[in-house]
C-alpha cells in the first residue's frame, strides 16, 4: 500500500512521523510512537526530505583532480609528487602526460 491509497487520517500519521524524525529521532522509536511502520517512514521521509532538495549549483564547476595534475606537471612538478598530491595513480598520469592525443584530452576537459 502507498501513501496515495492511505485514508486521510493515516496520511496524517505519516506527515507526523516525518516530521518527528527532524527532530533527530531514530526511524524505530517514532514507527512505535506513531503506529507506522519503519518502512512507510522510511518512504515518506525520502520523498519529502531527500529527494526535493535541489543540489547547490556553484557558478564555476569544480575543477577535475586529473586535470589540475596535469597542469601541476607541465608547471614542474613530478609525475609521482603529483600523482601523490592528487591521489590519482602514478600509471594513470603518466598515461594521461604521454598521450600523443593530451590536446584533445586537455580540450575536452575544460569545456565539460
Keep these: 500500500m502507498y501513501a496515495t491509497d492511505l485514508p486521510a487520517q493515516s496520511k496524517e500519521k ?4 516525518t516530521q518527528a524524525l527532524k527532530g533527530e529521532m531514530p526511524f524505530k522509536m517514532v ?9 512507510a517512514i522510511h518512504r ?5 526530505y531527500v529527494h526535493s532538495i535541489a543540489p547547490t549549483v556553484s557558478s564555476t564547476p569544480p575543477r ?15 609525475v609521482r609528487k603529483a600523482a601523490s598530491k592528487y591521489g590519482i595513480p602514478r600509471s ?13 584530452f586537455e580540450a575536452k576537459m575544460k569545456f565539460s
Design 14 to 17: 505519516l506527515r507526523s512521523a
Design 44 to 48: 515518506q521521509y525520502k520523498r519529502d
Design 64 to 78: 577535475k583532480p586529473l586535470e589540475l595534475a596535469l597542469e601541476d606537471i607541465a608547471s614542474g612538478y613530478s
Design 92 to 104: 594513470t598520469l603518466e598515461r594521461y602526460w604521454t598521450n600523443p592525443n593530451r590536446k584533445k
Design 31 to 39: 514507527a512505535a510512537s506513531f503506529g507506522v511502520s519503519v518502512g
